[in-house]
C-alpha cells in the first residue's frame, strides 16, 4: 500500500504562482509513476502532468509552460509548480500514483483546493 498526501493549495491571484507538493509513503519502492490530476464540481476529473520513475514527464496542453512537475526521490516528494495562474485553473488538484506501466492510477491523495481570483 502507498499513500499520498497533498498540501500547498490557497488562494491566489491570476497570474500568481503555487507550488504543490505530493508526499508518498509506504511501498513507495513500487512506483511507476505520479500524475497530478484536477476536478471541479460537477466537471470530469482532467489530467495535469505526470512523472515517470525515469524522469520524463508528460504535461497537459492546456498547462505546458506554465507547469513544472518535479521530484525529489529522497524526500519521496513529487511537486507541481504552477505559474502564470489562471482563473479558469481553479480546482481540487489530487495526486495519484500507479505501480507499473501496465497499472492504472489507483492509488490517490485527499486533494488540496487552488483557487485563482481574477
Known amino acids: 500500500q502507498v499513500q499520498l498526501v497533498e498540501s500547498g493549495g490557497g488562494l491566489v491571484q491570476a497570474g500568481g504562482s503555487l507550488i504543490l507538493s505530493c508526499a508518498a509513503s509506504g511501498r513507495t519502492f513500487s512506483i511507476y509513476a505520479v500524475g497530478w490530476f484536477r476536478q471541479a464540481p460537477g466537471k470530469e476529473r482532467e489530467f495535469v502532468a505526470t512523472i515517470r520513475n525515469s524522469g520524463s514527464t508528460v504535461y497537459a496542453d492546456s498547462v505546458k509552460g506554465r507547469f513544472t512537475i518535479s521530484r525529489d526521490n529522497a524526500k519521496n516528494t513529487v511537486y507541481l509548480q504552477l505559474d502564470s495562474l489562471k482563473p479558469d485553473d481553479t480546482d481540487v488538484y489530487y495526486c495519484?500514483?500507479?505501480?507499473?506501466?501496465?497499472?492504472?492510477?489507483?492509488?490517490w491523495g485527499q486533494g488540496t483546493q487552488v483557487t485563482v481570483s481574477s
Open positions: 495519484a500514483l500507479k505501480v507499473s506501466i501496465a497499472a492504472r492510477y489507483d492509488y
